[in-house]
C-alpha cells in the first residue's frame, strides 16, 4: 500500500469522523468511498426506503419490510462506495485536473490505482453477499443496474446529460425496494422509479455547478453546463416533474389524500433548493445538494404516515 496519506478532499465535512477517528491506513480507502461524506449513500439508500414503503401501501398485510431497510442500508453504504471507488478509477487523470477532486485519493498518490481496484472487488463482493439475501427478481434486478453504474463515469465524456445515467443507476433502489417484497414490478414502481430519475437529474445538476468552470477548462460534460444561465428553470422543471411522478405513484399503488398531503413537504424543499440557489455564492450549491436527504426523509415519512393510516 502506498505510504503517502491523502488530505480531507475539499467537499468533505469539516472534522468528519474519517479525519477525527479512522486510522492513517485506512483514511485513504475511507476517503475513496466518500465514507467521509455519508450524504451520497443516504441518496441511494432513501428510494430504496420508498420502494419498500410503496409495498407497504400496495399490499399492506405484508407489512414494511424493516429487516430489507438494513440490508439495503448496508448495500447502499458499500455499493455507493464501489461506485465511487470505480469512478475515481476511470476518472484519475480528469480529478488531477479540477481543483475540487485533486486531492482525492487516487490522483494525490495515497492509492495506487491497482490498490482501489482490490478495494472495489472486496466492496463489491459484500454487496452480492446482501443482494443474495433478497428473491431471485431482485437479484437480477440488481445484476442488472451493474451495467449502469459501468457506464455512468463515461457519460462526462460523451454527453451532456450524464446526469440522467446518474438517475439511473441512483434511483434503482426504487425498483429493489418494490420487487423485494412483491417479486416483481408494477406501474407504481415504474412510475416512482421515473420520479426518481428527475429528481437525481435536478439534485446533481445543483451539485455539478461547483465544477462547472473546470469542467469547462477540461471538457467534462455536464447538464449544469448545458442549462447556463437557465439553470434554476430547468431543476424547476425536473423537480416539477419529479413530485408530479412520485404522487401519481402513490395513488397508483392506493394511496390516499395523507400521502399526497405530505407530499407538500419534499416539494417545498425543493422549491427553496431552487428559489435560494446562487452559483456565486461559495458552499450555495453544495449546501443545496445535500438538502436532499431531508427530502428523502420527508417522502419516506409521507408514504410511511399513509400505510399507517
Known amino acids: 500500500m502506498s505510504q503517502i496519506h491523502s488530505a480531507p478532499v475539499a467537499d468533505a465535512p469539516k472534522d468528519n469522523w474519517v479525519d477525527r477517528h479512522a486510522p492513517d491506513w485506512l483514511k485513504p480507502y475511507a476517503r475513496l468511498a466518500r465514507w467521509d461524506r455519508p450524504i451520497g449513500f443516504w441518496l441511494l439508500f432513501w428510494p430504496c426506503v420508498w420502494g419498500l414503503a410503496l409495498a ?6 405484508r407489512g414494511f419490510g424493516w429487516v430489507s431497510v438494513i440490508l439495503m442500508f448496508v448495500g447502499a453504504v458499500l455499493m455507493r462506495g464501489a461506485g465511487c471507488t470505480f469512478n475515481d478509477i476511470v476518472d484519475r487523470d480528469i480529478d488531477m485536473k479540477v481543483a475540487r477532486t485533486r486531492l482525492r485519493p487516487i490522483p494525490s498518490g495515497a492509492v495506487t490505482a491497482k490498490e482501489a481496484l482490490i478495494f472495489l472487488v472486496g466492496q463489491a463482493l459484500l454487496g452480492a453477499l446482501i443482494l443474495f439475501q433478497f428473491n431471485r427478481f431482485t437479484v437480477w434486478a440488481g445484476v442488472a443496474s451493474l451495467v449502469l453504474v459501468a457506464i455512468y463515469p ?31 414490478l408494477s406501474w407504481a414502481p415504474i412510475l416512482l422509479y421515473a420520479g426518481t430519475i428527475l429528481w437525481v437529474i435536478g439534485y446533481d445538476t445543483i451539485y455539478a455547478l461547483q465544477d462547472v468552470e473546470d469542467d469547462a477548462l477540461v471538457g467534462v460534460k ?4 448545458l442549462f447556463g ?57 453544495l449546501l443545496r445538494f445535500k438538502s436532499n436527504h431531508y427530502v428523502g426523509v420527508a417522502l419516506a415519512l409521507a408514504l410511511l404516515a399513509d400505510w399507517v393510516w
Do not use: C
Open 222 to 225: 455536464s447538464t449544469a453546463r
Open 154 to 184: 463515461f457519460m462526462k465524456r460523451i454527453t451532456w446529460w450524464p446526469q440522467l445515467f446518474l438517475g439511473l443507476a441512483f434511483s434503482y433502489g426504487a425498483l429493489v425496494g418494490w420487487s423485494s417484497e412483491t417479486g416483481g
Open 229 to 285: 444561465e437557465h439553470v434554476k428553470p430547468a431543476v424547476s422543471a425536473v423537480y416539477v416533474g419529479a413530485v408530479v411522478l412520485w404522487s401519481m405513484s402513490a395513488l397508483s399503488a392506493g394511496a390516499g389524500w395523507i400521502s399526497l398531503v405530505l407530499m407538500l413537504v419534499p416539494a417545498g424543499l425543493l422549491a427553496w433548493q431552487v428559489f435560494t440557489l446562487d452559483a456565486d455564492e461559495p458552499e450555495n450549491p
Open 56 to 61: 407497504a401501501i400496495e399490499v399492506p398485510e
